[in-house]
């Protein structure tokens, strides 16, 4: 399921980053560029509140998909977890002699070509 929420995130940062590229900001823009093209497209005078609202409604579904998305992720430890293991820690810090014989492997002759 974290999959299928990572996809439809990409998806709608892709159609969020088009729209942007679409809207008409007060110094000009895409679409002033492209001739008034989106007006056209939407066919409505008022296409920049559109493409306004489009904007955020996007922007409002990744952010709801992305703080929802950590439900789906899968790993992490619980606290009980994490005690036991510091508790395993303890016991062979205690268990510790410094004098111990570490035991040695004997590797085996390099290969001469």
Do not use: H
Not at 57 to 82: C, K, P, R, W
């Amino acid at each position: 399921m974290y999959i299928v929420i990572s996809i439809v995130i990409l998806i709608l940062c892709v159609l969020i980053s088009l729209v942007v590229l679409v809207q008409n900001p007060k110094g000009g823009g895409l679409s002033q560029s492209l001739g008034g093209v989106s007006s056209q497209v939407f066919g409505a005078k008022n296409s920049t509140g559109l493409v306004e609202k489009v904007t955020w409604y996007l922007a409002l579904a990744i952010v709801v998909l992305s703080m929802s998305s950590v439900i789906f992720i899968d790993g992490g430890s619980s606290t009980d977890e994490i005690q036991r293991s510091d508790a395993e820690i303890l016991k062979d810090e205690v268990n510790f002699n410094p004098t111990q014989e570490v035991e040695t492997i004997e590797l085996p002759e390099p290969i001469e070509e």
